[in-house]
């Protein structure tokens, strides 16, 4: 007999097949985006309403999503999340529990400067690392599968060849003909941020580098995926009581010349998987990494 959690895999399924229909269709018909949002609008509808139904039998057990206990914070961690004006940290050190934050145009630049001035062991970043030759990753799809209802926020990376090419008609000619999907929009909009971390991790920087998708780094944080629009009053105060559950206060500032609340609090998530990672806590998708002809492990960290 189907029960409650079969369901609630099937919600799941439907939201990642459709996250990735939308990317093969993303060149193609105008009104298949729209359709699309519809499709997961009404999935995560179904999803909420038959997790309720269920829940009724099993609300003795259940009681809930059950957020982390606080982080511990034992090396000073950068996390990173790009902005309009290049890339935006949170630094968390130990005993410290706001993180405070820098800027810089360049990731070199501010993992750099940060690193002299406070010798940072591990930096989480809010992009792609590790490219793939000819395949989609592993990692993009676990981690729709553990974003109920925030699948689409996650967008499927892009092959490197497709990254190489100047423009999106002809990386999405390169990417079909290599991994058989096409090129969304949010995937090569990212293009220059891409390969700008592609080259400085291939430069072997001394200092530990993950992959994290903030989105995921919050739901682990909070024991569920938060669906409230991150650029919202709603999900910024989300956000933040996500962070305060996690210990952290709120960061130094939250806005500022080129860079925008989500991007601070984003790059908070990235600095409390980055804290995680050095205490041995978090976990990549998928486990082991994938890696390929560029010999970088390509997870996220969560």
């Not at 206990?69 to 630094?91: H, N, Q, R, Y």
Request: with cysteine.
């Amino acid at each position: 007999m189907t029960g409650p959690d079969d369901v609630r895999r099937l919600a799941d399924r439907l939201v990642a097949e459709a996250t990735d229909l939308r990317d093969r269709l993303a060149a193609g018909d105008r009104g298949a985006d729209a359709a699309l949002e519809r499709v997961d609008s009404a999935v995560r509808e179904l999803g909420a309403a038959l997790a309720t139904v269920g829940g009724r039998a099993d609300a003795a057990v259940d009681d809930g999503p059950v957020p982390l206990p606080p982080v511990e914070v034992t090396v000073p961690v950068l996390g990173v999340d790009a902005c309009k004006a290049g890339w935006v940290g949170a630094i968390l050190e130990p005993g410290a529990p706001r993180p405070r934050v820098a800027v810089a145009s360049s990731i070199s630049g501010l993992v750099e400067s940060v690193r002299q001035s406070l010798g940072i062991q591990v930096v989480g970043i809010d992009i792609p690392i590790g490219l793939p030759d000819a395949s989609t990753r592993e990692a993009d799809a676990l981690a729709r599968r553990a974003l109920p209802g925030k699948a689409s926020s996650v967008f499927t990376t892009l092959t490197r060849a497709a990254y190489a090419e100047a423009t999106r008609a002809e990386a999405d000619v390169v990417n079909r003909a290599l991994a058989g999907q096409g090129v969304g929009a949010q995937a090569f909009a990212l293009r220059a941020k891409i390969l700008e971390v592609d080259a400085w991790v291939r430069s072997r920087p001394t200092v530990g580098v993950l992959e994290v998708h903030p989105e995921l780094s919050f739901a682990v944080m909070a024991g569920a995926p938060l669906l409230s629009g991150k650029k919202t009053d709603e999900g910024r105060r989300d956000r933040l009581a996500a962070l305060a559950a996690a210990g952290l206060a709120s960061p130094s500032v939250l806005t500022g010349p080129g860079y925008a609340a989500d991007d601070v609090l984003d790059a908070c998530a990235a600095a409390w998987t980055a804290a995680r990672h050095a205490a041995g806590d978090a976990r990549p998708l998928p486990d082991p990494p994938q890696t390929w002809s560029d010999g970088i492990p390509a997870a996220i960290w969560a």
